[in-house]
């Protein structure tokens, strides 16, 4: 017993050191600073807390005695210590004695092991590093192994304790969106001095925040009138953000929302129909180069010559932002049917490399037809959307059509789930030949899948033309295909609320945290297999998925109560 | 819809046979260039023969497409760089023939071992957890694990480029008739050709690899015959990784140079070979994967199109087959089922 726990200590604290280690390299330490070592220790007691937990099951969590588990983070901070602490000092030793670390390795500079040991880097270098730091540093992680197993036994008091909680969470779940929407306005006051620099952040954090809140509270609202009320105060909440966020916020939030719509056409495709599309950025591109082609028609040579030898005058917008709509979306639809056709026949993975050459073949043609798209100069001057002379340019107004579009999306694709189309794309989702056995017409029904997720993508891409004015091929790389399905799927996929929250925690964090940029997409990444690994459903899943995807591990207690709440839910979808 | 589907896809064969009447035979260029411009492309296709097979390979018996394949390559190629520092501070790399042979065959080793260890760890913490989940969860883990491996390169050994420096004995090449032949196309595409042998050897003649063959084919079955369908998991992206590092230091003295990024795209246009030939399917990587080298070098000039269309000619070729073969060139047609 005594030997398995010693075992299953070193274990953890070789992988505490693999991610020690790793913290290390990426230059965390100097970006920390001085209580770099107390904060390393703490995030190692987090990872020990999570390794020793184990949490597999319930039951072997409640069965946890304090003596093994105590041995075993001792021990795993132990020997995380031990190694952490060797590491460090090999490398100071290295850069006291002259060696240059840092073409090999871009971010050990003397800083950075400064840092850990808590002393000025200067003082590294000319050799003055406390003897007995390593030592300091090996107490700080075992004392955190020692930290995690307490972590583990004061979660396991907390879990046996029955809370007698019920309509207060509820309640709480329902108001928390309108506390944080009105912590926004107060802070929106210029007066008020909270959070001194970081007050905008903050109070852009609380914003999204309210967002995603308020999908929660819909959540818990109880289906029927309340959930109504719930829903049309929630959306005048919504309706003055706009009003008191300044610039900055606005257009971060901006740009949000057209990822929401991105993310909403693509969940057609993806989460209702199954289609696995990574090239879903050629419809965005499509919509925001015709709108550009519309708007600034002087900004491509052979365009712009084609409309003088035709007679029309190619120095001013052919279109307004709000006629040109309709053609966008019907160009971006037409390609959807294109990118149709050849793949219908198209399982699984081939769909995806194809959509993926797709998405690929429409951004190297515009990065190379250089006569027609300006090439990687990019096509300049767009004009913002007009109305009755007001220009919609700003950041906040930006942000309204965002919401505004994002708004007619979600409603569009909440009925679509609803109908006889979206029961045809589940069908075709879950098994292509059952489906076509049942009477569902496979070639209809795909194409209407892809271009109706074409159609709003298209539409995303022309607000986006129009909040950017200058676009270039480099806006359309396959980056924004997979950080579109990524937030699909960390939201939850076939789910529209989930898509909001998904683009709040992958668009709008990163934008927040513009600070830690270096450490932005690394975070996100690990966050993407952290979450497949331990949340696969995503944030707020739709019902039919969480049950899918814990059908077998949690039978019982958590399913059970669902069905009736999924008939209360189709049934007032069925009324309304 | 199937005559439209067709009938498209005969559409654009005959215009490809159009365009390569009317303008490239129209050239007139001289054999010795189509001959050179074909090397060229084999050089490539060996390279990214290499890395569809390991794509294909753990497709083939996780069913899931590998997306950080081409950041296991790129992390191998890093390590030949750092291994190719290290003999050229020992002076081997100008010694005589047989050290520079040596050292660059333990650069090679030093690749894959990186590639390896990589390709191992991938396994381990982002797809072992998610073995029985549906498709779409370790795709996304796998695109999750491709960025986390490019940034964290980035971040740990920054932005600028590691050259390859080629060894004196490797520079230059000899005549073939009116051809160029670089030596080091001689070599990778050579070397790659002995790594598909041995893969196949592998595959095909000894009992891990029967036992890989077996849980391809069903692993539940495997695992009642008490094949360990775990190790014959982890031996699958050993054996593919292993190839992958091979290439990526093969693609780092092709390229002589290797960034954070540079995995990506030879990783991408390895999927779509893999693809190509048929997923899953080991002969199918290796035809893909040429065929896929030789459009792409020959494509171009063949069309009379400047070469930054190559790569949406070898995606047209490759959507154009898989109108006619929907399984790919060599894809058995039976497999659809099981995914």
Known sequence: ?????????????????????????????????????????????????????????????????????????????????????????????????????????????????????????????????????????????????????????????????????????????????????????????????????????????????????????????????????????????????????????????????????????????????????LGYVAFFAIGAYVYAFLSAPFASPAFSSLLTSLGIPAAAPLTSFWLAIPITMVAAGVGGVLLGIPVLRLRGDYLAIVTLGFGEIIRLFMLNLSDLTNGPRGMLNIAPPYLFGYSFGNPRDIFILALLGAGVIAFTAHRLDGSRL??????????????????????????????????FAGLAGQLYAARQMNIFPDNFTLFVSVDTLSLVIVGGMGSIPGVVLGALALKGLPEVLRGVDEYRIVAFAALLVIMMIVRPEGILPSTRRRRELHSGNEPGAEVAPEPIRIGALTQEGGKA | ??????????????????????????????????????INGLVLGGVYALVALGYTLVYGILLMINFAHGEVMMIGAFTGVFALQFFTALGWMSGPTTMVILALLLIAAAGMLGSIVTGVTLERVAYRPLRGAPRLVPLISAIGASLFLQYSVLLVFGVSPRTYTKPPLLEGGFRLGDVFVPYTGVIIFGASLLLMLALYLIVQRTKLGKAMRAVAEDKGTAALMGIDVDRVIVFTFILSAALAGAAGVMLGFHNTVVKFNSGFIPGIKAFTAAVLGGIGNIPGAMVGALLLGLIEAIGPSALGIPTEYKDIIAFSVLVIVLIFRPSGLLGEVVSEKKA
């Open chain 1, 1 to 277: 017993m005594r030997l398995r726990s010693l075992q299953r200590g070193s274990r953890i604290g070789a992988i505490a050191f693999a991610i020690l280690t790793y913290l290390i390299l990426i230059g965390l330490p100097t970006r920390l600073g001085a209580p770099a070592m107390s904060v390393l220790a703490l995030l190692a007691a987090l990872i020990f807390w999570l390794a020793l937990r184990g949490g597999k099951s319930k039951q072997a969590f409640a069965n946890r005695a304090p003596a093994p588990l105590f041995l075993t983070g001792t021990t795993a901070g132990f020997v995380a210590g031990l190694l952490t602490a060797l590491l460090t000092a090999g490398f100071a030793q290295l850069l006291m004695s002259g060696v240059n670390v840092q073409p090999y390795l871009d971010k050990i500079v003397p800083m950075n092991m400064a840092a850990l040991y808590g002393v000025m880097p200067g003082a590294l270098v000319a050799g003055e590093a406390p003897a007995w730091g390593w030592l300091w540093q090996m107490a700080f992680v075992t004392l955190a192994g020692v930290g995690g197993a307490l972590l583990v036994l004061i979660e396991r008091a907390l879990r046996q304790r029955t809370w007698s909680v019920g309509g207060a969470t509820r309640w709480l779940a329902i108001l928390l969106p309108f506390i944080l929407l009105g912590f926004v306005i107060w802070l929106g006051n210029p007066a008020v001095t909270l959070g001194g620099n970081a007050k905008g952040t903050l109070r852009l954090l609380m914003a999204m925040a309210a967002i995603g809140s308020g999908l929660f509270a819909l959540r818990a609202a109880r289906p029927g009138r309340e959930q109504r009320v719930l829903a049309l105060l929630l959306f005048v909440g919504l309706a003055c953000l706009p009003f008191t966020l300044d610039q900055f916020q606005n257009s971060v939030m901006g740009i949000v929302f057209i990822f929401v719509m991105m993310g909403l056409g693509l969940n057609i495709v993806v989460g209702f129909a199954g289609l696995l599309d």
């Open chain 1, 422 to 455: 979206g029961r045809a794309w589940i069908a075709m989702r879950e098994d292509e030949d059952v489906a076509q056995a049942t009477g569902v017409n496979l070639v209809r029904t795909k194409l209407l899948a892809f271009a109706i997720g074409a159609l």
């Open chain 2, 1 to 38: 819809m199937q005559w439209l589907v067709r009938g498209l896809g005969l559409l654009g064969i005959a215009l490809l046979i159009w365009r390569v009447a009317t303008v490239g035979l129209a050239e007139n260029y001289p054999l010795s260039f189509w001959m050179s411009q074909a």
